[in-house]
């Protein structure tokens, strides 16, 4: 394998650790985009009120208002959403409609665009076409009413059985064995987060994909610029692309200063696939608090998984069609899958799946809520945020009620307040029904993952809130048959040990308490 001379290693190095031109515009970016937000969200609702209430045709205005709330109140009851967003959207409507029914319009359906549907819609039915002509119309074993089928048709990727899956309890255990994959690279590096942030973490892993770039890795890189406003200056991309002819870049749903229906749905899948041997997901994004080289809320706990053998032809395929959405020079689908030859291991399963805002399904829920529905003896479950629709929170209550032993861990540090309280506010009707709930002392757990009687678990980037189950673009990955599940549920019982259980005796909320908690849940599908 070909190597660097020591003088472009050290042109490596001081080009990424000089840079710093991050500093300049970041926070300029931000605030610019919050008060020009603000000014539109103040001089809408200005001008909305006096056309209402002070002008001549106030009363014709006002029944024109009166008669849009009673068609979107019409309209949001023959919907399919679930019945707690359909209240949710219904209240904000009747006692707010001057921003009520706009903030449906931008917020209230999570769907993409048409033009951005559009164009996922194309890359994805190609996407596929190549890959069935590269594996032919294979049969991977899954059976008719599994949560493998359901995967496979709806999620978009089968389910193999060879290969191996690695989990990870931490983002400093396998930040290490990235770098080491890395390292190995020979034919191209996809990278893919949510957010991407100067630190350690990045700037050790830039090296690496410069370094590889170099010696002819094709090295394609996404974020989403959301993600990344308070973290990467504008135009990132092309400065990314400005090191090395092999390194592309591509910003997901530019982040533009206006109200736009777009804007909620952001890119959160967290992958990175090397020569279609490795890939790695999970929790972690590529920031320096995921491997606690900086603290912002206690010890940050965070999970990940590397995969090999064919599963990781998934991933290869989650990333280009997104890839191949958005860049006209798009990559051929073909050229990056590798032919699985290992044999089947008996037992063992592994499913990576993808979810997209672009369809009418929620994958993500429905993958966790066939799990909870099908636990004899424990249910297992970490995640950030706990902002439950009606269906979720029966079917965790029905199964503690069965005799299941369902375990909730949230944050003991929260990293956003509002989410934080209506996280808790989900505790009593939890509580009651017998589930226990922990709260992580040591700081803030990030970890999206589940696991149940010893059989099978999900790990991934999709929380148990309404942003990653209905706006988000996500990831995840269900498995079974193999020491992996043993290990997330080796992690849970230790961060059980490690966090306070919340009960109906050390958990009490006052009047007042239990009204801010019933008003923001009207607001729960926006945050």
Avoid at 48 to 76: D, G, K, M, P, T
Avoid at 193 to 202: E, L, Q, S, T, V
Avoid at 398 to 418: C, E, L, N, S
Wanted: proline letters at 3%.
């Amino acid at each position: 394998m070909k190597k660097l001379s020591e003088r472009k290693k050290k042109w490596i190095e001081r080009t990424v650790e000089n840079d710093r031109s991050y500093k300049v515009f970041l926070y300029n970016r931000f605030f610019a985009f919050a008060l020009s937000v603000l000014l539109q969200v103040v001089g809408y609702a200005v001008l909305l009120l006096l056309l209402v209430y002070q002008s001549a045709y106030a009363l014709v205005l006002q029944l024109v208002v009166f008669v849009l709330e009673i068609v979107f109140i019409l309209y949001i009851l023959n919907t399919h959403d679930r019945p707690s967003l359909k209240l949710n959207w219904i209240i904000a409507i009747l006692v707010a409609p001057v921003f009520g029914v706009p903030m449906y319009l931008i917020n209230g359906r999570g769907r993409p665009t048409r033009k951005m549907g559009e164009r996922i819609a194309r890359a994805k039915a190609q996407n596929d076409e190549e890959a069935r002509a590269f594996f032919g119309e294979k049969e991977y074993g899954s059976e008719e009413g599994s949560l493998s089928r359901y995967l496979e048709r709806y999620g978009g990727y089968p389910m193999y059985q060879d290969g191996n899956i690695e989990y990870y309890e931490s983002g400093e255990k396998i930040f290490p064995v990235i770098l080491e994959e890395l390292k190995k690279a020979e034919k191209y590096i996809f990278v893919e987060y949510f957010i991407i942030a100067h630190g350690r973490m990045w700037n050790e892993i830039l090296k690496i994909l410069v370094e590889k770039a170099m010696l002819g890795v094709k090295v394609r890189i996404v974020y989403d610029d959301f993600g990344c406003m308070m973290t990467l200056p504008p135009k990132y991309d092309r400065y990314l692309e400005g090191l090395h002819e092999n390194i592309k870049c591509m910003t997901f749903n530019d982040v533009v200063p206006l109200f736009a229906v777009r804007m909620n749905n952001r890119d959160h899948r967290k992958l990175l696939v090397i020569d279609g041997k490795v890939a790695f997901t999970g929790g972690f994004n590529l920031a320096d608090e995921y491997i606690n080289e900086k603290r912002r809320f206690g010890y940050w706990k965070d999970s990940g998984l590397k995969l090999t053998g064919g599963a990781v032809n998934s991933f290869v395929r989650m990333f280009l069609w997104m890839w191949n959405a958005f860049r006209k020079d798009g990559e051929e689908v073909a050229a990056y899958l590798s032919p699985v030859t290992a044999e089947k291991r008996e037992g063992f399963a592994v499913q990576p799946y993808d979810d997209s805002p672009l369809d009418k399904l929620s994958v993500g829920e429905t993958a966790y809520m066939d799990i909870v529905n099908r636990a004899k003896k424990y249910v297992y479950i970490f995640t950030p945020y706990l902002v439950l629709d009606d269906a979720m929170r029966t079917a965790l209550c029905q199964a503690a009620m069965r005799g299941v032993d369902v375990r909730i861990v949230t944050p003991g540090i929260p990293d956003k307040k509002m989410t934080y309280r209506l996280t808790r506010a989900n505790y009593d009707i939890l509580l009651k029904a017998g589930v226990r709930i922990y709260e992580y002392s040591p700081g803030f757990i990030h970890s999206k993952s589940m696991v149940t009687d010893d059989e099978c678990a999900v790990v991934g980037t999709i929380n148990l809130d309404y942003r990653s189950l209905y706006h988000h673009f996500e990831n995840a990955v269900y498995f079974s048959g193999c020491e992996a599940v043993a290990a997330v549920k080796r992690d849970a019982e230790e961060t059980f040990a490690l966090s306070k259980e919340r009960t109906e005796e050390n958990f009490k909320r006052g009047v007042v308490g239990r009204l801010v908690d019933s008003l923001l849940r009207v607001f729960e599908t926006l945050l």
